[in-house]
């Protein structure tokens, strides 16, 4: 889910309120807050702790949330997992930490030493291309000997990777969650046995990604290949990327486009053609 | 297809002459001689002449052959495709020059000059791990326009830019090929419309590739994910590698396991431990 | 400076009194914390702030101090400022945010939104390493322009750039400053006009670096290089990277050696070839 | 060098003669031909033996002549360095083979495997931004105990890598040589010890390089300091890489400015640049 924001450290609370309803609504499993679509590393601590509020508040149980947790102290992450366990959440996520690059057996020592802290389930989130570190095979399996660690979300866009990892929790953990981060590769994922994504277009065209998910869990191959081009299509049109999410949204009425630095939101030409591609999407009128 | 030696610059004639009925008479639909895993870079240019000359001649036009004419010098690389033409393949297959790494520009100019000297169709060969250069959209798109080229083989392991490309040339050029080279995205890419595969292991279990091919082809899901598995389960044994698939092919006297420099075969122990596995995977007793 | 801990979120006080002391009376030109030898975006926001206060109030003003405010948030960057303007430091640090890699247009928008909160001067710190980004001639250029910001810091290993940079202030801000990262570059940067280091080897033996510093600012190359050499063997030793300098500092007894996560100290084994290595080096008997 | 061309696979035989007195008369202590900046990789073999043999008839033994002998191939390698010992030429060059990532333990093999086939002395070429791979601490320890192995060049721009294998090889070899590749780190190297420099800049203004290499030996800091300045103004307008280099020499009469493949040659409005900057340099009226 993006984070609606009006200012620099201002939530737009109303906005995340339409947006979790559009979610909910929209047919999604489950909605995680502060990931990278979720500018969870740009935002203020404080702020992170109020997404998190709000966010339990309205979607008031209808479906289970994840919070992420990831940062470069451990300290700042346990406190945010222990406020989000305050909150009502359901789960923790944390990627590995990302300013000095862990080694593997530091990355295993680094969850090892996290894991006591939490109140809640933890979900392993690899996303090498910004943290410079992938949860290894030997960390996976380690991992896979902790009861609290429930699963993987994997960001890679390697689906060998993605693959090789489910296949070595299939006898050892058949409760993990194997889900992949980019969305162009839900279809093949699910396919072949994984079990859903965590995709940032989903903010855009929920029910798109959810029947996208049933066509592929089903075996209908004509369906999943024809919502898969699909969501090629909406990925082309530069809307499936944080700041094009936040500019259709905000073209949709949903939320405002305010970006956190270093990022800011499309100019007025450029919302023009994220305006015009929507239409041909069918989004808006 | 790997280049069996049985030294430095001496071509393992008669395990080359096993090798390729092993292939053929497995099903395969063609075979790609020169390419990474035929550690053609590794080669001398006079050795690489009689690979492609003894290929043809053991094919004898059962199966089309395509040469890889990847080189930095593209003098070579034209030499090389006129001998191929010569001896009777069938197409020729380049990536970028992969010492000074070309822009896109450079790259589209590179395959521009390189055309007219081509007596043979062209296949694009994605592999940027190796040559630090991918096809851009805007080459492959300006490809498509260019009659003699007739495909791409993508070796990136990225399923987004290879299902990307298929759809860019899916109105324009229907008649393109659209081969993925890691094995383990084989089912994934044929299962949502690819072509097929050219993959290293074939060259070592021939049939359960082919099966493999026709089971996702066919849209049968259950087949695909049982052989997709055991795809891995070859992988994981460091049998798929070009020193895995040597010592294998060695193992099962098929051909010498000689490496060009800068590699050697493996030691005694590791040969062991193949062999067990080849055991284990049911290849040998 | 190092950052002497206690235990994850406990600053070791007295520790961190000696080592102030250690530097001051070393005779360092300046002490910067909570840089990347800080373990800064290892420690809590509370804990950074902890530094500051402590560090300002030992050094008592006896030199200038620098204080890293390197974050991905901005919120947390301004607000870090200003605790340190408020506990009497000189000037503030920043890097490029470093979860999402930013464009060289928003490293410079970010830079331009920062500066308003700023109620100290800014230094640049050029690490692209672990920040993933570096700042471009045209950012320097720009910030050139800025009267709050005063220097460049570079970590990048990359003499080429450095001294490019000098090149492009030497007309428009004589009163820059530039300092190296790694402090092998120190000897050759003043040697050709450079100011000076910041160099983490300095926590463990300061006169040799302003021994150093002075050689090659007064041009004695034999001095320069001979020292420059023993700097050379510090480093062989795994003595100044962090975990070597503070196990160096422990066992000089100058402060604790725990190390923030994602890092574990130095076991006894290690401790030991430190230990020899010190006394080789004749810094213990 | 340069490799003066007037077409994809012929020498500029006229130009390479002017070239060589160029930089024969501007004083260099030696030419290296087939390196980086004269295009090896992207010339045929055949055309690289025309090189090495018209060179060592211009230079006709005034100064040494190495010859780089680079290849992914051994067998090309072995081949080449076998004519650079008929032509006359002084010692060959090779960097690691660049297709395949040789590990370390492979690539020491390697040079292993090559050493028995030269007829010459060998220089290393540590090249990783192209090559893919640096030559380790162990890999030079190993060297520096064979005695037909003479010295390093490094180009990776890295300093810090730079001076500790001179210091590696300080007492086990005095007789190498170091030679640094980035022409903008010839003072830092030679004020600290190096022996001098491979600078592509040579080719346009070699007197320049000897200049600057002779006041740093000769330790005067003020003049090095002047002339690194004014490389930095040479390298600054474009006019230091390939293209430059053989625009700017082109301009000055001396050769073709021909590129092989997937470069070409300035278009005029960018020649017009060049020749603008060559004249306030002085280099042309």
Avoid at 183 to 212: C, D
Wanted: one cysteine or more.
């Amino acid at each position: 889910m993006v984070t609606p924001l009006t200012a620099r450290d201002t939530l737009d609370v109303a906005g995340l309120e339409r947006l979790v309803e559009r979610l909910v609504t929209g047919g999604v499993s489950g909605i995680f807050v502060l990931g990278t679509t979720g500018e969870a590393p740009s935002l203020s601590h404080r702020l992170r702790r109020e997404v998190v509020e709000h966010t339990c508040r309205f979607v008031s149980g209808r479906v289970p949330i994840l919070v992420g947790i990831t940062d470069t102290s451990i300290v700042e992450s346990a406190q945010l997992a222990g406020a989000a366990a305050d909150f009502g959440a359901d789960a923790v996520v944390t990627s590995a930490p990302f300013y000095f690059p862990a080694g593997q057996p530091e990355l295993r020592e680094f969850i090892e030493e996290l894991l006591p802290e939490l109140p809640l389930p933890l979900m392993l989130y690899n996303m090498p291309s910004l943290t410079k570190t992938s949860f290894s095979r030997e960390v996976v399996a380690w991992a896979l000997g902790q009861e609290k660690i429930v699963g993987l979300k994997d960001s890679s866009g390697d689906l060998v990777y993605f693959r090789k990892m489910r296949y070595l929790a299939e006898t050892a953990r058949p409760d993990w969650s194997f889900l992949v981060g980019p969305e162009e590769l839900l279809a093949e994922t699910v396919l072949l046995g994984g079990h859903g994504g965590i995709n940032g277009g989903a903010n855009l065209h929920p029910t798109l990604y959810v029947e996208l998910y049933q066509a592929a869990k089903a075996g209908d191959l004509s369906m999943t290949r024809a919502l898969s081009e699909a969501i090629y299509q909406v990925g082309k049109h530069g809307s499936a990327i944080i700041k094009g999410l936040k500019c259709s949204l905000s073209i949709l009425g949903i939320c405002d486009d305010f970006m956190a630095a270093p990022f800011h939101r499309f100019h007025e030409a450029e919302r023009e053609v994220i305006r015009g591609r929507l239409g041909e999407l069918g989004i808006v009128e």
